[in-house]
């Protein structure tokens, strides 16, 4: 399928072929259809995958002629929101639709010049979003498409509450077009809330990490993980490293004692204000300093080249989180250096990461800081979870069953159990 096959506007198929477009990628091919037809669309759809054209186009198709504020973008991060305004600016180019895009961490005053001038569609973090709505600056009541963008990390990042507060704003009848990278179970429940009849969609690029990327695992005692830190720190050399923790506690703990070991380092998580976010990401950039801290929330907002180092000083519990955290080095046909320290109980979760992979990670095993005496923690299995050894109880029974108890005992024991 080619764009020009689309029953696109005229003026939109221009504008993509002047930006050098002619086949639509998988998730556009399946996404846009539907969408001109009116229907909701629900899309799993990572970065990088052409998302943004997949909802898009549909939108400025559908409000051609039209005036005052119709199509409504939320977007988890002030980074997103401005690539979303961006390339939707692009795509209404000759259209006399007006994008604009509101985000916090800047002043509310430019923001109401531009939404005094009018607009078509708004692009639009959800705190900013409920800035303006609480002001009375915006008026969702004629809003026709509202779409969701990255709503995993929406959800990641507390903003739950700010989409309940949109929903009961804009129209109840409208179109819906919901994306998230994954769908985890807060995730189906909230597409559930939002869509009608939904047509399903997905586009998930074969996982893979960057050609670039040297990817290695340290085994080591949580207790020690900080420590390993300062010894990589002062043996090897680390031009930039992004470094991901779990948690806002863990990365402001671990912010603090590499700080005091002599490392000046900045913290990305969503408990800072976006005026420190934007501040703690130039200093990155611009090479202030070395060593960003952040959690999962922060890793797809984070866009730098030349990261030499991704350090995960923790392992992430989705294993597809690991690929968009090692995918912030190695960028452009670049090398990097890929780092996870794993402790005893995350094992397991380095286990799941290489079996999305297809293939096992090398470990380094360093004196003095091996998870086992002997740095074999292969030896090692991950403890078994509560359905695992439920299920391993009731194959036991099962196999004595066979051999000591009739059928009606057998019963009696697994409903005790």
Not at 185 to 205: G, Q, R
Not at 311 to 335: F, M, Q, S
Request: proline share 5%; glycine share 8%.
């Amino acid at each position: 399928m080619r764009f020009d096959e689309l029953t696109l506007d005229p003026q939109l198929l221009r504008n993509v072929a002047a930006m050098g477009y002619e086949i639509p990628t998988p998730i556009q091919q399946q996404a846009i259809p539907p969408a001109l037809e009116g229907r909701d669309v629900l899309g799993r759809a990572p970065t990088g995958t052409g998302k943004t054209a997949a909802f898009m186009l549909p939108t400025l198709n559908r409000l051609r002629g039209k005036e005052g504020l119709r199509a409504l973008v939320i977007c988890p991060t002030r980074e997103l929101a401005m690539q979303v305004a961006e390339n939707a600016k692009e795509y209404a180019r000759g259209t006399e639709l007006f994008v604009a895009v509101v985000y916090g961490g800047t002043p509310l005053a430019k923001d109401e010049r531009d939404l005094r001038a009018g607009v078509e569609i708004l692009v639009a973090t959800p705190g900013r979003l409920i800035d303006h709505m609480e002001r009375g600056n915006i008026d969702l009541s004629e809003v026709e498409v509202l779409i969701l963008d990255e709503a995993d990390r929406m959800l990641d990042m507390g903003f739950k509450p700010q989409i309940d507060q949109v929903l009961r704003r804009v129209p109840k009848v409208r179109q819906t077009l919901f994306f998230s990278a994954t769908m985890p179970n807060a995730v189906k429940s909230l597409a559930y809330e939002m869509l009608d009849n939904a047509v399903t969609v997905e586009a998930a690029p074969k996982v893979q990490t960057a050609e670039g990327v040297e990817q290695f695992v340290y085994p080591v005692e949580t207790r020690q993980k900080t420590e390993l830190m300062l010894h990589l720190l002062k043996e090897q050399q680390w031009d930039s490293a992004l470094v991901f923790c779990r948690t806002k506690f863990g990365a402001d703990r671990l912010a603090t004692q590499l700080t005091r070991g002599g490392y000046e380092v900045e913290v990305m998580h969503s408990d800072r204000n976006m005026t420190q976010r934007v501040r703690a990401l130039e200093k990155f950039r611009e090479g202030k300093v070395k060593i960003l801290i952040a959690t999962d929330v922060a890793q797809r907002g984070i866009d730098v080249e030349g990261i030499s180092h991704v350090i995960n000083y923790d392992a992430p519990k989705d294993p597809e989180g690991y690929v968009h955290r090692v995918g912030r080095t190695a960028r452009a046909g670049e090398k990097g250096i890929a780092i996870t320290l794993m402790s005893g109980g995350e094992i397991g979760d380095v286990a799941a990461v290489e079996h999305l992979l297809g293939s096992r990670i090398p470990r380094v095993h360093v004196e003095g800081f091996s998870l086992l005496g002997e740095g074999d923690e292969s030896k090692m299995e991950p403890k078994p979870t509560p359905q695992e050894q439920r299920a391993s109880r009731g194959r036991r029974l099962g196999a004595r069953a066979s051999k000591e108890l009739t059928p009606e005992e057998l019963a009696k024991l697994l409903k005790v159990g």
